[in-house]
């Protein structure tokens, strides 16, 4: 299995810039792509970005131009550089693993999640 733990969330005005980074370990070698989640209170968990192996980077139209995804893959790191926040990017963000090299099954290959950083963007 693969372990992520999420870091660099916080309280930031609008206009204001965080870095969220999100570190794997275990079988590494079976992430195929990484995802960015976010959940607002009394939202539904959403899709924010995606950095895959084979076909780049994807964004969410709500944080295009905003949001860059980056990786260091020496580290097994994932990064979610965040400019521009604004207050209804506020959210605790994920970062999830898709385990497809290892696992056909839906929860082998999405369930590896972190433990979420909470991001606050203040008006």
């Known amino acids: 299995q693969v372990q992520l733990v999420e870091s660099g969330g916080g309280l930031v005005q609008a206009g204001g810039s965080l870095r969220l980074s999100c570190v794997a370990s275990?079988?590494?070698?079976?992430?195929?792509?990484m995802g960015w989640y976010r959940q607002a209170p009394g939202r539904e968990r959403e899709l924010v970005a995606a950095?895959?192996?084979?076909?780049?980077?994807h964004y969410r139209d709500f944080v295009k131009g905003r949001f860059t995804v980056s990786r260091d893959n020496a580290k097994n790191a994932w990064y979610l550089q965040m400019n521009s926040l604004k207050p209804e990017d506020t959210a605790v963000y994920y970062c999830?693993?898709?385990?497809?090299?290892?696992?056909?099954?839906?929860?082998?290959?999405?369930?590896?999640w972190g433990q979420g950083t909470q991001v606050t963007v203040s008006s």
């Open positions: 999830n693993a898709d385990l497809r090299r290892c696992f056909s099954d839906y929860e082998g290959r999405f369930g590896s």
């Open positions: 950095d895959t192996s084979g076909s780049g980077t």
């Open positions: 275990g079988d590494t070698s079976c992430i195929d792509a």
